[in-house]
């Protein structure tokens, strides 16, 4: 139930301490407000666009490689790039100011690169702020001069949801602004707008609020509440504030809100800004093709405030299964409001998750084998002789080592859940015993809906049938909700396993490994107990690789940190200690390589994302020896006697093969360069 469906939100601008009219539109608050910030109408609509050719990176800042009288309306025919003619044409952005590069040049590889550049005069000297975002890297010049850049990491929003923000003071006058933009595996789109600064200084006492008032009857009936589309920073309700469901998470709804907070009769959600931050609410509204920009305050309000009873409340995520062995399988899933949760299993076994939304669950005892269904129930509540309601069911197998078991290897989906979806089909046909998901999973792991939407709603029944090994992908960026939903062995992101006679070990790669760090005292410890004839170890981030993440720097190792770290300390602990073999994601597409001594690197990316074209003319990486830039899955079939491996296309046919036996499994000993 909606219940602040027949309400409005009402907004309000108290300037130095006077109190203020409510408005429905924001705008109308602040019209005449001296010194604030308005869409600037010269912002150019057409741009001239040069291009494409394919850059490899690094990628670091360029100067601007055009140089024209902004005043003149002639633009050069084509400029040269890297000894290649780019020519030149007109472009406008689409009704919502994005322009869509792909479109015109068809899909761009990543690195593909293009040139915007456009012109747009002041009257007079004026402050302007330009708000960009681009799939992934772009760099701005105004006037030949460098604005900002996200070379380094990337854009990290979607496309229209945060903007990078750059300032500058400009002269009256004609000014040239461009940019070079290069293509990532979400597309080749660039969208821009700029606001200014109108002249007068503010009031210095300035608070902006936004309301809305309800009413609600016996709130007694409702167990908990969800606040849709309500951004980052979620109103008070009734002057409490409310608790973000996981830390570091970007939600678009808020879910698990007690509803002991709603009071009988009127009720109001609030949320206020003062001061500097009132201001910068200002500047906020003034956008048109973004959420927000740069640090700018983030003013989404909720649209619905959804009311739960207990018999209303479903299961949102999963179930997960977890690590599992010969005798324990762990589950994980999540509810849409507060509930407990029941686990029932075959043979009597009983076990209750408290009222909450995040729910995970270990059970034991089982033979190596054994097929096991289960059930999850919603908990009885107070009236405990009542059976509660059925919310799925599933069955599963636990490992069994003796008779040998396959593990299923994907990695990096994102962002392409379609494609994913399609990947995962094909594997399943192959009825894997485990799952060993290399990272990536969604496009940002830090935003709460992607894990439904581009992950765990796409394939539920492989997920909530067969167990799962995970780790961590730049594009998990982090993410809490990941250990909650892939319950590890160790309960964190870094776990090892024993099953049979391989140990199964996960690292996330981008923490620290330099010697002396405490990641470094684990691996190194944990591959010094592992005792068994086979070690495999998981890490996102591949030691070499022959593609564009596989760039080197002057001193001949890998220019990203994760990369570079797995060559200088992962890679030496996985020589040291015999390591069988390591399976990477990161760069998509699939590539073996096979060190002096015998430990095998394999690159299994393949799970959705666009592929990456190894580099022409650059061998940065000699060990490859079978390198295939296509979607795939892999399969490891593992029996006592030795451990067979063979990526897969989406069509079944085999693309590359490899086996180990126990007295090859382990490397001889060898001194490796790093670099």
Not at 70 to 99: F, T, Y
Not at 407 to 432: C, I, T
Not at 476 to 498: I, Y
Request: glycine share 10%; charged share 20%; hydrophobic share 35%.
């Amino acid at each position: 139930m909606n219940l602040i469906k027949n309400s409005a939100w009402e907004y309000q601008l108290i300037r130095g301490g006077a109190s203020g009219e409510w408005f429905a539109d924001p705008l109308d608050c602040c019209r005449d407000l001296p010194g604030a910030w308005r869409q600037f109408s010269g912002w150019p609509v057409s741009w001239r666009l040069y291009g494409k050719f394919v850059a490899h990176g690094p990628w670091t800042m360029e100067p601007c490689l055009l140089e024209v009288d902004p005043a003149s309306s002639d633009w050069p025919e084509s400029i040269h790039v890297q000894n290649k003619e780019l020519p030149g044409r007109d472009v406008a952005p689409d009704a919502n100011g994005v322009l869509d590069l792909s479109r015109i040049f068809g899909d761009g590889v990543a690195g593909s690169a293009a040139y915007v550049f456009g012109r747009f005069h002041l009257d007079e000297a004026r402050r302007l702020s330009i708000h960009a975002g681009a799939d992934w890297w772009m760099q701005w010049w105004m006037d030949g001069r460098p604005l900002g850049d996200t070379l380094q990491k990337g854009n990290h929003f979607q496309l229209q949801d945060v903007a990078h923000l750059y300032s500058v003071s400009l002269d009256p006058g004609w000014h040239l602004v461009g940019a070079r933009i290069l293509a990532g595996s979400t597309g080749w789109r660039v969208v821009s707008e700029a606001t200014v600064k109108e002249k007068g200084t503010p009031p210095e006492r300035l608070r902006f609020s936004a309301r809305r008032l309800f009413e609600v009857t016996d709130p007694e009936r409702f167990t908990s509440l969800t606040l849709v589309n309500a951004g980052d920073h979620p109103p008070q309700l009734n002057g409490r504030s409310l608790a973000r469901p996981l830390a570091d998470m970007r939600y678009r709804d808020w879910s698990g809100i007690p509803a002991k907070l709603l009071r009988n009769g009127a009720n109001r959600l609030t949320r206020e800004w003062a001061g500097k931050k009132a201001f910068d609410v200002l500047h906020t509204l003034a956008l048109r093709r973004f959420c927000r920009s740069g640090e700018l305050p983030d003013i989404q309000l909720p649209s619905d405030l959804t009311a739960f009873r207990a018999e209303d409340v479903t299961l949102q995520t999963g179930p997960v299964l977890g690590w599992a062995d010969e005798h324990t399988f762990t589950l994980a899933c999540r509810t849409t409001g507060i509930l407990p949760v029941v686990l029932e299993v075959e043979g009597g076994i009983r076990v209750e998750s408290p009222p909450g939304v995040l729910h995970g669950f270990s059970v034991g005892d089982f033979r190596p084998g054994q097929k096991i269904g289960y059930r999850l129930r919603a908990g009885e509540g107070p009236a405990r002789n009542v059976e509660g309601r059925e919310l799925v069911q599933g069955r599963l197998r636990t490992i069994s080592p003796e008779s040998g078991y396959t593990v299923g290897v994907v990695g990096d989906p994102s962002p392409s859940p379609e494609r994913f979806e399609r990947v995962m089909a094909a594997l399943a046909d192959q009825r894997p015993d485990i799952l060993l998901l290399l990272g990536d999973l969604t496009s940002n792991g830090r935003e709460d809906c992607r894990w439904d939407s581009e992950c765990f709603g796409r394939v539920p029944d492989l997920f909530r049938t067969t167990p799962t090994l995970a780790v961590r992908g730049n594009h998990e960026d982090d993410s809490v909700l990941f250990d909650h939903l892939f319950l590890s062995p160790s309960g964190t992101p870094n776990w090892a396993l024993t099953l049979g006679v391989a140990t199964w070990i996960g690292i996330d790669g981008a923490l620290d490994w330099a010697p002396e760090s405490e990641g470094h005292r684990w691996l190194d410890q944990t591959l010094k107990n592992a005792s068994t004839p086979f070690i495999f170890l998981a890490n996102h981030y591949p030691a070499y690789s022959s593609a564009g993440h596989g760039q080197l720097a002057a001193d001949g190792l890998p220019l990203e940190a994760a990369m570079r770290a797995c060559r200088q300390y992962i890679l030496p602990l996985a020589v040291q200690h015999r390591v069988t073999a390591m399976f990477h994601g990161h760069e998509h597409g699939y590539e073996r390589s096979e060190f002096p001594g015998g430990l095998t690197s394999i690159i299994s990316a393949g799970g959705g994302g666009r592929v990456y074209q190894p580099i022409e003319g650059k061998i940065q990486n000699p060990f490859s020896v079978c390198n295939v830039p296509a979607h795939h899955f892999g399969l490891l079939r593992v029996t006592p006697e030795e451990v067979r491996w063979e990526a897969l296309s989406l069509d079944g046919i085999s693309l590359d093969q490899s086996f180990w036996c126990p007295s090859s499994s382990s490397p001889k000993p060898c001194e490796l360069e790093v670099s």
